[in-house]
Each structure stands twice: as C-alpha cells, then as structure tokens.
C-alpha cells in the first residue's frame, strides 16, 4: 500500500480519536488535522491519482461538515457585509 494512503488512513483514525473528546478539548487538533488534510490530498493525488483524492475530501467535508459550514457562513457574512 502507497505511504499517502497509509498516511490517509491514519488521519482518518486520529479525526475519530479527536471527535471522541470533549468539545473544549477538539479545537487545536482539530484545527491541526484540517490543516492537514488538504496537502495529504494532494500527496495522494500525486502518488496514486487524481480519482483517489476525491475519496479523501469527501471524508475531510464529511469529518467537517459543520464547522465547514459554519467557516463558510461566516465568510459569506464578511463578504457581504451582513451582520
């Protein structure tokens, strides 16, 4: 099996250890392992394929789905000026 997607599958294990914690204790690897997720896409992509990579954002946006949502409404809120 390919290093990223070991490496993939690692990150999938520790995003399920981290949403087992309490909510207080979830931001900074949270926010860690968001981070990551986008250069470990690219890391598959480039060492097994394209096709594979949307196999890992759909698991980052379903992991993320809420607080994704919550980024992008607030970023729409900022953009557009709405309070």
């Known amino acids: ?28 690897p949270g926010l860690t392992l968001l981070v990551l997720a986008f250069p470990l896409a690219v890391f598959v992509g480039r060492e097994v394929g394209w096709a594979w990579v949307a196999a890992v954002l759909f698991a980052v946006v379903s992991m993320y789905r809420r607080p994704l949502f919550a980024l992008a409404r607030h970023l729409r809120r900022r953009i557009t000026g709405e309070t």
């Open 1 to 28: 099996m390919p290093l990223s997607l070991i490496l993939a599958c690692l990150w999938v294990l520790a995003a399920a250890a981290v949403a087992m914690l309490p909510m207080r204790m979830q931001y900074a």
